[in-house]
């Protein structure tokens, strides 16, 4: 069967995904493109339901088939789309260690999945997400994470208490230059990172064993950057002792 209608009722249930009180209503989320849909089978992921451009191909045999008028119309990329699929949302119980990136109030979607793919990149054991973040199931975090929404655990969590091992909260210009050497005895590390213009309160700051900054010229870097800049120097020295 070929959908040829962008009235037919399971696009417009697919086009409902797209606002948030939908997603967390249903539980689910949809991922868009080739690329981030090829990510979601290597990791595992089936999808719940699909859809792509009749004649494609794409996606595996349970995806059905659209014509492409239809598919454009629930598509979310200016560009257009071949395949969609949507997928489950997955929590984990708890953040877990050995490195956790925890963000506190990252509102932008953008900024949210490029933490993820950052983590996934860095070998990060999950990304946990306290009060204000975005959603990371959201069109712009799934696209923005290049896939790695299948591959880090995300956990939802209301106090630093929650967070697994040393908690290393990442301020500009304040604390000690942040350096690869753990020195939590448990092993565990967790980078507390917060929105560009707020950073983390002073109650989070103060809740941390330690306070880290990176050495800059400028104001500030995005979440996304800091994160990514941290997660390097935070692995290096592992890195570095592994391949020895």
Known sequence: ???????????????????KPERERSGRFAAEGEDLVAAAAEAGWRA?????????????????????????AVSRLGSGTR?????????????????CVYLHGVGDPGNVGAVLRSARAFGASGVA?????????GPKAVRASMGAIFAVALARVESVAELPGERVALVAHEG???????TSSAGDVTLLVGAEREGLGEEIVAACERTAQIPIAADS????????????????????????
């Open 176 to 182: 000690e230059v942040l350096r690869g050497e753990p």
């Open 83 to 99: 395949v969609v699929g949507v997928y489950e949302q997955r929590w984990a119980e708890r953040a877990k260690g050995p490195l």
């Open 221 to 244: 870097l995005n979440a996304a950057m800091a994160a990514t800049v941290a997660l390097y120097e935070l692995t290096r020295q592992a890195n570095r002792l592994a391949a020895k």
């Open 48 to 72: 719940l339901e699909g859809y792509r451009l009749a004649g494609s191909g794409l996606g595996g045999e349970d995806f059905v088939d659209v014509e492409e008028a239809a598919l454009a």
């Open 129 to 137: 997400l306290g009060p204000g973040c975005a959603d990371p199931y």
């Open 1 to 19: 069967m070929t959908i040829t209608s962008q009235h037919n009722p399971a696009l417009k249930q697919l086009r409902r995904l797209a606002r």
